[in-house]
């Protein structure tokens, strides 16, 4: 069996969306021939918990942890009380994986809202003297350990994935060294993400994030995106081979048969940020309350993840309040359930121009859960490409109350009537177990090139 070195900052007990890609990839490699190496620290910083992702870890998988050093103890003496609720706007991550995981993510990315006098000093710190995140003081290290690791532990090719992009500073550094053939997984943009603008950065910072990334790019054997829109942009920056393998779904997740509990339940799983609030929406199924006593009383708002306290609150405030469940924070299967107990499932995006590139996450499983998805967002996004592709469902602007109000109209009416059947359509590409099958061929692909050039 062949050797993968995966080089990932996230790994189980955290949880999310930015974990799972390398868990279920980690979990289908060794019937694909290739046995993971996972090395990543022994003592992250730890947003999310999913203890139930550890179960998916293959026996095969080898595991290899090296502290990190991180500078989170100088935040929260910085920030006091409020580091405990804002600790991703130093870090800068939207996870991606990464954004949005089925289950939880974090609450308060770095964005355009405004900001308390602390926080704009801590993401200036943030952004000009831990480049290209808080992550880059494990590089050294990392790179130290693992040379002499694999002198002992030979392996045949490097995966890193990232964010945190430190994770391509090390694959890069350790490719040079070793000469062995090496991945950069991207599950976000680097400089093309939407925070990368909030960063407040000075312009040499700016210039030394484009540098590095330019050098991690080029320096690829390849270089994997999960968004068509993402690899036509990382394209257009270099001439290393970009390839597509976009997040999925584990149909092993979704066998378990659920029987709804009689509620008309409009769902949303993980990370649900401020900056996507979709009032629009709110305000449509308030005015049907208004109209429709049957359709009040059986409504039901599910949240389940972590949810912006703004969320909740326009919820109320548009007088929804009764209708509300805030579950919080729960594992990926407790995730998984409620979405195959959805009658409709919303996926709104964030409200900036970048997220026109973005497939989160959770789209992939809420494929697979085959009930209707309404999309909130960029019309000519990469979300509403593959909705619009798959026959999942609608995707519209924020604003456009009337099309909005026609979908919940249509899902009530088909919901009265028993009729709210599942999505039928093949979504067989984005299985997590075709998608492991796409980059063990990638990795094949790379190690045969390394053997023809000696």
């Known amino acids: 069996m062949k050797r993968v070195l995966v080089i990932t900052y996230y790994w189980p007990p955290s949880g ?34 999913d203890k139930t992702l550890g179960s998916e870890i293959p026996p095969e998988a080898e595991i290899v942890r090296t502290k990190i050093v991180e500078p989170y103890n100088a935040y929260r003496m910085l920030m ?13 991550e939207s996870s991606s994986g990464g ?20 926080q704009k000093i801590s993401l200036f710190i943030r952004g000009n003297f831990f480049i290209p995140d808080p992550r880059v003081m494990w590089v050294g290290p990392s790179v130290r350990f693992l040379k002499k690791y694999l002198r002992e532990h030979p392996v045949d090719a490097i995966v890193t994935t990232g964010p945190p992009q430190s994770m391509h500073l090390i694959g890069l550094k350790l490719s040079e060294a070793t000469g062995i053939p090496w991945v950069a997984d991207f ?18 910072a700016e210039k030394k994030h484009h540098e590095l990334e330019r050098r991690v790019l080029d320096g690829a054997t390849r270089v994997v995106a999960v968004s068509p829109l993402v690899k036509e942009d990382f394209e257009k920056m270099t001439g290393t081979p970009v390839e ?12 378990e048969e659920i029987v709804p509990d009689g509620f008309f339940n409009i769902t949303h799983t993980g990370l649900f940020a401020a900056d996507g609030n979709p009032e629009t929406l709110w305000k449509v199924l308030a005015d049907k309350c208004a109209e429709d006593s049957s359709f009040r009383d059986a409504l039901r708002l599910r949240l389940v993840g972590k949810t912006d306290s703004a969320i909740t609150e326009s919820i109320r405030q548009a007088g929804l309040g009764d209708n509300l469940v805030d579950l919080g924070y729960r594992d990926h299967r407790t995730a998984v359930r409620e979405q195959k107990n959805a009658s409709l499932l919303i996926l709104p995006l964030r409200k900036e121009p970048e997220y026109r590139a973005v497939l989160p996450g959770k789209l992939f ?29 609608v995707v519209y602007d924020w604003d456009q109350e009337s099309k909005i109000r026609a979908c919940i109209d249509f899902c009530w009416d088909e919901f009265r009537q028993g009729e709210l059947d599942d999505n039928s359509s093949d979504i067989s590409e ?4 075709g998608l492991t099958h796409r980059y063990a061929s990638l ?6 090139e390394k053997k023809n050039h000696k």
């Open 16 to 49: 999310g969306s930015g974990v799972q890609r390398w868990v279920k990839f980690a979990k289908y490699l060794p019937s694909e021939g290739w046995q993971p190496v996972i090395y990543t620290p022994e003592n992250p910083e730890l947003i999310a918990v």
């Open 80 to 92: 006091g009380k409020d580091s405990s609720i804002d600790i991703k706007t130093f870090t800068q």
């Open 99 to 118: 954004e949005t995981g089925a289950s939880g993510g974090e609450v308060n990315p770095i964005n355009a809202q405004k900001k308390s006098f602390k």
């Open 187 to 204: 599950r976000d943009p680097w400089t093309k993400m939407f925070y990368f603008k909030h960063l407040g950065l000075c312009s040499w």
């Open 244 to 255: 597509l393998i976009t997040n999925g779904f584990d149909e092993s997740d979704f066998s």
């Open 365 to 393: 499983e809420y494929l697979a859960s085959r009930r209707p998805i309404l999309g909130i967002g960029q019309t000519d996004g990469a979300m509403a490409r593959i909705i619009g592709n798959t026959g999942s469902g």
């Open 430 to 433: 984005y299985t997590r177990r």
């Open 443 to 448: 990795l094949d692909e790379i190690t045969t």
